[in-house]
C-alpha cells in the first residue's frame, strides 16, 4: 500500500494565504514538498517572538518532525537559497534537493531585469529575482541542474562557454560575462554548502509513498498565473497548478490526494496583465489597507478587487480542487456591499468562462448586503447570516465545498467546515 500525497495550490493570482494552511497542514505530515517556482514566492510566518521568512523551503521546516524536498520541477538560486538556509540550524537529514531542479545564478536576473527594462510599459512586472530567463534555459536545453553543482569545473566551464557563444545577446542587455576565476569560488562555495543535501528525489517520494508517509505537495504562485492556465504572457514561468506536482517531483496523477484551493474572499494581484474584477477606487484602496496588502517578497502594493467566480471556476476544474479555503473573510467586514464577478463581457456578449485573453473582459457583478464582523467567528454557525449566504453562494458559483474559512491570521481563527 502506498500512501497518496495530499496537494495545496493557489486558485487566484498568488498570495491567497497558503502559508497559513500550508502551515496548519505541515504539522500532521511527515514530508513537505515544493514542485514549482523558485524564490519569487515568499511568505512570512510567525511563531511565538520568531518571524522566518519562507520563499524556497518548504513550510514543513517549521514543523520540528517533517522533512522537506525541493522537486524538480524547482528552479533553484544557491545564493538565495543559503540565506533562506541560514534562518534555521536544524537542517541535516530534513532537506532533499532535486538533483534535476534547474540552477538559477545571478546573471538569469541580469536578464530579468534587462528584459523587464527594454519592454518599457508592456513590462510584466515580475519580481525580478531571474525565474523566468531561469525556466526558459531549461526549456531551451541550455540550463544547469543542480546535479552539475556537484562539479564545479565543469559547470564553470560550461557557463562561461555559453556566455562566449551568446556574446552579442548578452551584450546588448548590458549583462557581463561572469570572470571564471570567480565563478568557480562561487560555484564551489555553493557546493561546499548544499552538496550533501543534492539527491534524486524521484526515487525518494517513491520510497516514501511506499512507506506510507504523510505527504503534502506545496505549490507556489496561483493558477491565474500559471504559464499555459493563466493571463498569458502575465503569468509566471512554472507550471503552478495540480500537474505541476506530477512532472515537479516525479510522481503520478494516481499518487496524488486530496487537492486544497485557496483563494481570498477578493482577489489580489501583483505586476501588471489582466485583471477583470480589479476595483480603482475607494473599496480596492479598503481591500489593499485592511488585507495589508503588500508583496513579501517585492513590497508592492498589491491591485485589489473583488473576487471573482468565473477565474475561479476555471481554477477548480484545471486543478482538480475538492474543496476550497477561503481565507481572509474578515478583510470584507464592514463593507456595506459586497461584490462577486459572475461573468464576463467581452465584445458585447457575455461569457462565463475564461477566454484565451483577459485583456477586454469587463465583470459582470451579483452584489450581496455586507456584515460586520466574521473575525473570531469559530464556527460556521456563529457567522453573521450575510456572511454565511455570501459563502453559500460562492460555492454554488464555483461548484466546489469550501470546506475552510479563515477569518485572521491566527491558527484558532480558521472554521472547518
Ligand atoms: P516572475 O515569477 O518573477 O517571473 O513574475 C511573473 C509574474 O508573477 C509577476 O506578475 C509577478 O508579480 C507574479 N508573481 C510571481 N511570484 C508571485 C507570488 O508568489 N505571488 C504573487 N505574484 C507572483
Known amino acids: 500500500m502506498s500512501s497518496k500525497a495530499d496537494l495545496i495550490v493557489g486558485l487566484q493570482w498568488g498570495d491567497e494565504g497558503k502559508g497559513k494552511i500550508v502551515d496548519h497542514m505541515a504539522q500532521s505530515h511527515d514530508y513537505v514538498c515544493r514542485f514549482a517556482g523558485g524564490h519569487n514566492a515568499g511568505h512570512t510566518i510567525v511563531i511565538g517572538e520568531d518571524t522566518y521568512a ?3 523551503i518548504p513550510s514543513g521546516v517549521l514543523n520540528p518532525n517533517a522533512k522537506n524536498v525541493v522537486g524538480n520541477g524547482v528552479v533553484l538560486s544557491p545564493k538565495d537559497f543559503i540565506i533562506e538556509m541560514e534562518q534555521f540550524d536544524n ?3 530534513r532537506l532533499f ?16 531585469q534587462a528584459r523587464e527594462r527594454m519592454k518599457g510599459d508592456k513590462a510584466i512586472g515580475t519580481t525580478g529575482k531571474g525565474i523566468g530567463p531561469a525556466y526558459g534555459d531549461k526549456i531551451a536545453r541550455v540550463g544547469h541542474r543542480l546535479g552539475e553543482l556537484l562539479h564545479p569545473d565543469k559547470l564553470t566551464a560550461k557557463v562561461i562557454d555559453f556566455f562566449a557563444a551568446n556574446e552579442p545577446i548578452f551584450t546588448a542587455m548590458g549583462v557581463e560575462a ?32 511506499d512507506a506510507d508517509k504523510k505527504i503534502l505537495l506545496e505549490g507556489a504562485q496561483g493558477t491565474m498565473l500559471d504559464i499555459d492556465h493563466g493571463t498569458y504572457p502575465y503569468v509566471t514561468s512554472s ?4 500537474a505541476g506536482a506530477c512532472s515537479g517531483l516525479g510522481i503520478n496523477p494516481k499518487d496524488l490526494g486530496k487537492v486544497t484551493g485557496i483563494a481570498k474572499a477578493y482577489c489580489t494581484r501583483v505586476g501588471n496583465g489582466p485583471f477583470p474584477s480589479e476595483d480603482f477606487g475607494a473599496e480596492g ?16 502594493p498589491r491591485r485589489c478587487g473583488w473576487f471573482d467566480a468565473v477565474a475561479m471556476r476555471h481554477a477548480v476544474r484545471v486543478n482538480g480542487v475538492d474543496q476550497v479555503a477561503l481565507m481572509k473573510l474578515d478583510v470584507l467586514d464592514g ?8 461573468a464576463y463581457e467581452v465584445e458585447g456578449k457575455e461569457i462565463n468562462y475564461v477566454p484565451y485573453d483577459l485583456e477586454d473582459a469587463k465583470p459582470i457583478y451579483k452584489s450581496f448586503a455586507g456584515w460586520d464582523q466574521t473575525e473570531g467567528a469559530r464556527t460556521f454557525d456563529s457567522l453573521p447570516q450575510t456572511a454565511k449566504e455570501y459563502i453559500l453562494a460562492v460555492e454554488e458559483m464555483i461548484g466546489t465545498k469550501i470546506g475552510i474559512i479563515s477569518t485572521s491570521p491566527e491558527r484558532e481563527d480558521t472554521i472547518i467546515r
Request: glycine share 8%; charged share 20%.
Open 335 to 342: 463593507f456595506a456591499e459586497v461584490k462577486v464577478c459572475v
Open 91 to 93: 537542517l541535516k537529514g
Open 178 to 209: 561572469p570572470q571564471k576565476e570567480a565563478l568557480l569560488s562561487e560555484l564551489q562555495g555553493y557546493k561546499d554548502i548544499l552538496g550533501e543535501y543534492i539527491t534524486d528525489t524521484t526515487q525518494l517520494m517513491w520510497e516514501i509513498m
Open 97 to 112: 534537493l532535486s538533483d534535476k531542479a534547474h540552477v538559477l545564478l545571478p546573471y538569469h536576473a541580469l536578464i530579468d
Open 285 to 300: 484602496n479598503l481591500l489593499r489597507k485592511n488585507g495589508h496588502e503588500f508583496g513579501t517578497t517585492t513590497g508592492r
Open 54 to 56: 519562507l520563499h524556497l
Open 239 to 242: 507550471t503552478t497548478v495540480s
